[in-house]
Nanobody
Framework: QLQLVESGGGSVQPGGSLRLSCTAS????????IAWARQRPGKEREGISC???????NFASSVMGRFTITRDNAKNTVYLQMNNLKPEDTSIYYC???????????????????????????WGQGAQVAITS
């Protein structure tokens, strides 16, 4: 059973930085993708970043240039480094995972961040991030 655990949330001032971690267990394919999404009260979950096991990464325009995504395969962990945080980044952040059987289809998971919400089937419990003055 695929399980995901997020950590690293918290509260920072505008312009500050945070790093979220997502540790996965139960991945049984060499072809998989890990994504990050966020959800504010009353809003739909928004896909913001994705990294595939083949190395493809993608970012939503709202975080491009401020957020980076990396992975540590030895620790089965993906990191979301968030810099220059803004009040509108305040949200619950979720990581998600999805497995495939080949390169083409696993990379397709990361080509459009808007599809993260519906393309990924396994989700973590979420981590709260608050940007306050």
């Amino acid at each position: 059973q695929l399980q995901l655990v997020e950590s690293g949330g918290g509260s920072v001032q505008p312009g500050g930085s945070l790093r979220l971690s997502c540790t996965a267990s139960g991945i049984t394919s060499d072809y998989y993708a890990i994504a990050w999404a966020r959800q504010r009260p009353g809003k739909e979950r928004e896909g913001i970043s994705c990294i595939s096991s083949t190395g493809l990464t993608n970012f939503a325009s709202s975080v491009m240039g401020r957020f980076t995504i990396t992975r540590d395969n030895a620790k089965n962990t993906v990191y979301l480094q968030m810099n220059n945080l803004k009040p509108e980044d305040t949200s619950i952040y979720y990581c998600a995972a999805e497995m495939r059987r080949e390169t083409a289809t696993v990379q397709a998971l990361c080509t459009k961040t808007v599809l993260i919400r519906t393309s990924f089937g396994s989700w973590g419990q979420g981590a709260q991030v608050a940007i306050t003055s």
